[in-house]
């Protein structure tokens, strides 16, 4: 029920989805107010943008976003 809308929006890789969860769970788990926001309803809603920005961001390696990487803003 979450992901629908994303995928209808032309989110169809589940690597997308995959990368959210899992920058978002290294980013918030050690934090004790956010790692409650570890859920569905907030990772695949309205910021779910960008929180796929922020993930592109962690995986480019160094911490660089490359010259030719879409960026959508956060």
Known sequence: AY???WYQRGYSEMMVFR????????AWR??????????????FGD?????V???RISSAGDGQVGYDD???GV
């Open 53 to 55: 920005n922020l993930s």
């Open 19 to 26: 990368n959210v969860v899992h920058d978002r769970a290294n």
């Open 47 to 51: 910021k779910f943008e960008q929180y």
């Open 3 to 5: 992901l629908l809308p």
């Open 30 to 43: 050690d934090d004790r107010k956010l790692k409650t926001h570890l859920r569905p309803a907030t990772l």
């Open 70 to 72: 879409a960026f959508l």
